[in-house]
């Protein structure tokens, strides 16, 4: 059965830092990884997709990477702003036919000032 | 736009009466799903559809139905809510072929 791990579980850091969130899984047999953001009371937002053929995805300051052999990838967070204060969550897509996302516990970043 | 939209997005109603939770996605997108969100328990998914008339059960189906008569609807039925389905929902939807997945801005019930 998959499992999807981030720790830490909280983070908090001033302003400017750059950052890496972890995201590891049990399975290596995933078609793609997705990492979200979710901000309190919101929806899911999609950030960056890695299929499992890929190495890394980059979108402005984020860039995120996997290692399937290993069941690690990681979110780099360039320049933090308080902006970017929210849950972080990865998320595999598991073979087996249902096209089930398998989530982590997510990962609430605070950005300060 | 293309969006995922749900509705209600705050619902509270009490135990045993029958509701119903819309999504609809305007990108033809052939897969669709719920999932319930938890504190402590993370997403699990509830139920999806990878076509029209096409649904399956999920990790935690029991207690929810869902219908799949067009392509851009997938409504989540609780025929009797109880308490233990307190939680935020959210559907999502993609292409088939373990593409990215598109997910509504999420549905919070209370059932007293």
């Known amino acids: 059965k998959q499992e999807v791990t981030q720790i830490p579980a909280a983070l908090s850091v001033p302003e400017g830092e750059n950052l890496v969130l972890n995201c590891s899984f049990t399975?290596?047999?995933?078609?793609?990884l997705q990492w979200f953001r979710q901000d309190p009371g919101k929806g899911l937002t999609s950030l960056l997709l890695?299929?499992?053929?890929?190495r890394e995805q980059t979108s402005g300051r984020l860039n995120a990477s996997l290692d399937k052999s290993s069941g690690r990838s990681t979110l780099y967070i360039a320049a933090s702003q308080p902006g970017d204060s929210a849950t972080y969550l990865c998320?595999?897509?598991?073979?087996?036919?249902?096209?089930?996302?398998?989530f982590g516990k997510g990962m609430k970043l605070t950005v300060n000032p | 736009e293309a969006q995922v939209t749900q509705n209600p997005r705050y619902l509270i109603t009490v135990t045993g009466k029958k509701l119903t939770v819309t999504c609809s996605q305007n990108?033809?997108?052939?897969?669709m799903s719920w999932y319930r969100q938890d504190p402590g328990l993370g997403l699990r998914q509830i139920y999806y559809?990878?076509?029209?008339?096409?649904?399956d059960k999920g990790d935690v189906p029991e207690g929810y139905k869902v219908s799949r008569k067009e392509k851009r609807n997938f409504p989540l039925i609780l025929e009797s809510p109880s308490p233990n389905q307190t939680s935020l929902y959210f559907c999502?939807?993609?292409?088939?072929?373990?593409?990215?997945?598109?997910f509504g801005p999420g549905t919070r019930l209370t059932v007293l």
């Open positions: 999502a939807s993609s292409f088939v072929g373990y593409h990215e997945q598109f």
């Open positions: 399975d290596s047999a995933i078609y793609n």
């Open positions: 890695i299929q499992s053929s890929q």
């Open positions: 998320a595999v897509l598991t073979q087996g036919g249902s096209e089930k996302l398998v």
């Open positions: 990108m033809n997108h052939e897969y």
């Open positions: 559809s990878m076509n029209v008339e096409v649904t």
